[in-house]
Every structure is written in C-alpha cells, then in structure tokens.
C-alpha cells in the first residue's frame, strides 16, 4: 500500500502533500488541547505500537500471511487524531529511515493510509456503535467492520490519486477494480484482526479503548474515612 | 542495532556523514521531485540522475554492492509496473511471444526508474544519517515540535517493542502454536493485544520516570544547530543539478 516515487506525477503528490500537511495541522491542534505534551510519551509507543504490528504477520489462507495495517487499531484505541498523528509518524519514518515508500509520495500515503484510514474508518466505527445497542461486542463489531471498510476507503482514495495523476497505462477501471477487488480481501483480514485485538484489549483494560470510553461507568474519588474498609484503624 | 542507528545506516566518516542533516533531507526531497517531475520518455535524463545518485554514493563511501543489496526494499512495489503493460489499453506490441500494450510498457519503465531512483536516493540519505541526527534535521526544517517528538520516543522505543513482539512470537511457536486460516488467529491477535497494553503502560511508567526527573510539560530541544551557508550551497547543488537536467529533458521532449 506505500506508494513508491513515480507512480503518481508530482503535482497531484504536491496537493496530496498540502492536504497531509493542513489535516495533521489540525490534528496537533486539536491533541495539544485535549493532551497536552505530557502524553507525548504515550504517543511515541503507541506509533512504536503501530510500527511493531505492522510487522505481525497473521494467517490468512492455507499457510499464507498478511500483516495489519492499523489505522482503525489506532483510531480506536486511542482517538482518531492521536492516532492519525501516530501512523503519520510511522510513515515518515518508514519514508526516512527505511526507504519504505516514495519521499515524494509521503504526502499521498499520509492522506490514504492514516488521514482517509483513519478519519473515514473512525467515522465508519461510530456510525455502525450507534447503530448496535450499547455493549463491548457492539464496539468489538464495530471496529471490524470500520476497519475492513477503512482498507477499501484507502484504496478508494488511491484510484481517485491514480485518475488525477497516475502514471497511465491502464484504464482508471481496471486500476480501480483491481485495487478495490484486492483490498476488499486485505479489508476481510483487517477487520477479523482489528475486532480481535479490540476484544482482547477491553478484556483487561477496557479504560484504554478510546472508542469505549462512553461504556465506563463515570467513577469519582472519594478521599475521606467513609472508605476505610472494616476493622482497619 | 543500536538505539542511534538503524537498519539502513553505514558508519563512515565522508564529507556525506558530516554534513547538515536539514541540508541532506531538503537535497534528497527536492531530488526526488525534480525525478519525478520529468517526462518519462526522456530517456537520457533518467541516466544522468543515476550517474548523481552513484556520485554521491561513491562520495559517501557506499560501496555499490551494500546499495544494490537495500535497492531490494522496492521489488514489492515492482508487481504493480509488470501487471500494467498486461492489461494496458492501446497499441501493443509483442515482446518474446507476450502482447502488451505500449503505454503500459512506458507507464511501467516511468514507475521503475523514478521508483529506482527515489529509493536510491533515501538509502544514501539514511546510510549516512544517524536516527539523531535525523530527527535534528526535521526539527530544523521547522517540522512540529509534536510530531518530532512523538517520532524521537518511537525510534527510542521501536526496538523494545518489535523485540516484544518477537518474543510473543516465539512464545506462541514453542507452544506448538502454527496457525493457517484467518479463523485461527485469535492467538496472534491477543498478542497484539497485549503489545498495546504493554506499550502504553511502558508508556506511563516513561513519562512518570520523566516527571520524576524533573521533566516539566517542555521537551529539550534536539540540540541542532543551523547549517553554514556554503554547507547550503553544497548540498543543494544536487538537486540544482537535477533541476538543470529536469529542464533539458522538458526543453527536447520528442
């Protein structure tokens, strides 16, 4: 999914990289209002997260393997800005340090892979929790099929990349049902994936599910002797 | 490998080493655009960006065999430019018994070449950055300090992480665990589960270790200093180069 240089011509790499550039602006605003930089830590090792699972194989079929893509993981385990910003940063560091995708195509794997994947994914992931009645199977539910669906939007978005500036060849269909064909089987995968590491993270800390924050019961500290337990001076 | 270098890093000591990290991450940027700018039937040009990336890796050092051998980060990438001339539209043309269209062909060797030459390009750069360094560049080049920060924490911590992950891996395998349909994945993905778990409350305990160091709200900063102006010069002369052969290759387009 990392576009190499000179798949898309540089001016539609350019635009993609202004629109990478003003969305992650307002993803820094809008974590430095709700986090502040004291959760920077916690930003770096969940990118660090994001990286390690990307490197995760799981079995698809007879003996072969994908790995995840977790752009939706991210959304849902931490907020879809954050989590924008944490794929943002795997990219650029995949683009730097390992060569992995295009310098000049950063801006369009910024846009595909974390802004589309994971704002278009997210709000996938609300609508269909609205739609199931309040409980963590319907969160679990809920972000495997965001994230199937966000592995199609991705590949959406490149075929519109490709009919603006591809480098031609083949016809816009073909480009397109090839991609979206293909992707709706990654989608499968992702989604299965995606709904299963959810499930085992609210089993044991559901408190750090951004996306099921709305199911904990709103708890207050009470310092003061009427929580003393029995017996206890 | 280290916490200061990574995968694709060369220890040298070249006038490529030593140079300003902002002025080598801007040269490799803008180089990769002027690459990707020019028209693909400009056959020649492409030569002239090889014979650059090949003098400036011969300036660094890098012997030709470390950088073939990293160049096979791109073969990926490559089965999309071998399934266009298939299914391309247009003229065709038979090569060894095979019928494919030619602007397919043109498509696919546009893809190679720049694809060729931008990773070549981000090897030399990264063979001779150190993590850093790299990041002192980036916050020179007035990246965010939000986003060079959260990339300093994970490239601290990616090693910890991975190495985690392989460890679960291994853990799973040596209980007999070999998974081959996707409904059997439960395993892998607990796992992952468990990594997030495990990376944010190393999270946590990071940043309450940070605080208890005196660590205020404000990250230091990377400590870099700006590049010389003939460093400037130096570096950007490389993609002026490119620049220059760009618009030869526009100025006698076919």
Redesign the interface.
């Given at each position: 999914m990392h576009i190499p240089d000179g798949f898309i011509d540089a001016p539609t790499s350019l635009a993609a990289g202004a629109v990478a550039v003003t969305g992650l602006a307002v993803c820094v605003h809008k974590t430095a209002d709700s986090l502040e930089e004291r959760d920077i830590p916690l930003a770096g090792l969940t990118a660090a997260f994001v990286f390690a699972v990307q490197m995760l194989n799981f079995p698809v079929a007879s003996g072969t393997s994908g790995h995840l893509l977790g752009g939706v993981l991210a959304a849902v385990l931490v907020g879809p800005y954050l989590g924008t910003l944490c794929v943002s940063v795997v990219l650029l560091v995949q683009a730097l340090l390992f060569a992995d995708g295009g310098l000049s195509a950063l801006g369009l794997n910024v846009v595909n892979m974390a802004l589309v994947t994971s704002f278009g994914g997210y709000a996938l992931f609300l609508l269909v929790r609205r739609l199931l009645p309040r409980t963590r199977a319907s969160v679990v539910v809920a972000s495997g099929v965001a994230a199937g669906l966000g592995v199609v939007l991705a590949s959406l978005a490149f075929t519109v990349e490709y009919a603006l500036g591809g480098a031609g060849g083949a016809s816009v269909s073909t480009v397109a049902s090839a991609m979206v064909g293909v992707h709706v089987l990654i989608g499968i995968g992702e989604g299965t994936i995606t709904a299963l590491v959810v499930s085992a993270v609210l089993a044991t800390r559901p408190d750090l599910v951004h996306g099921a924050a709305h199911l904990l019961p709103h708890r207050r500290l009470v310092v003061g002797p009427r929580v003393a337990p029995e017996g206890v001076a | 490998m280290a916490a200061h270098v990574?995968?694709?890093y060369v220890h040298g000591t070249s006038p490529l080493h030593r140079a300003a990290p902002q002025c080598k991450?801007a040269a490799?940027?803008l180089f990769?655009?002027v690459?990707?700018?020019t028209p693909?039937e400009a056959l020649w040009a492409f030569g002239a960006y090889a014979v650059l990336v090949a003098a400036v890796a011969a300036l660094a050092r890098l012997s030709p065999a470390v950088l073939a051998r990293?160049l096979v980060?791109?073969l990926p990438?490559l089965a999309?430019a071998v399934?266009?001339?298939m299914?391309?539209?247009g003229e065709r043309v038979d090569v060894v018994g095979l019928s494919l269209?030619v602007?397919?062909?043109?498509?696919?060797w546009?893809?190679?070449?720049?694809?060729t030459?931008?990773?070549a390009?981000?090897?030399v750069?990264?063979a001779t950055t150190p993590?850093p360094e790299?990041l002192h560049g980036l916050e020179r080049l007035r990246l965010?300090r939000?986003?060079t920060?959260?990339?300093?924490?994970?490239?601290?911590?990616?090693d910890?992480?991975?190495e985690?992950?392989r460890r679960m891996?291994i853990a799973r395998q040596s209980r007999g665990h070999d998974?081959?349909?996707?409904?059997?994945?439960?395993a892998?993905?607990?796992?992952?589960?468990?990594?997030?778990?495990r990376?944010?409350e190393?999270?946590?305990r990071?940043?309450l270790a940070?605080v208890s160091r005196g660590y205020d709200?404000?990250?230091p900063s990377f400590g870099a200093t700006a590049a010389a102006r003939d460093e400037w010069a130096w570096a950007l002369a490389v993609p002026a180069l490119a620049a220059t052969v760009g618009t030869l290759a526009w100025w006698w387009l076919p």
């Open positions: - | 990574h995968a694709l991450l490799t940027v990769v655009l690459v990707v700018a693909r990293r980060i791109e990438f999309f399934f266009l001339p299914v391309g539209g269209s602007a397919g062909l043109w498509a696919a546009g893809i190679l070449a720049k694809g030459l931008g990773v390009a981000a090897i750069m990264a993590i790299i965010p939000v986003i920060a959260i990339a300093g924490f994970m490239v601290r911590y990616l910890v992480t991975v985690e992950a891996a998974p081959r349909w996707l409904w059997q994945a439960r892998t993905a607990a796992s992952a589960g468990t990594l997030f778990i990376s944010f190393r999270g946590e990071v940043h940070m709200g404000t990250l």
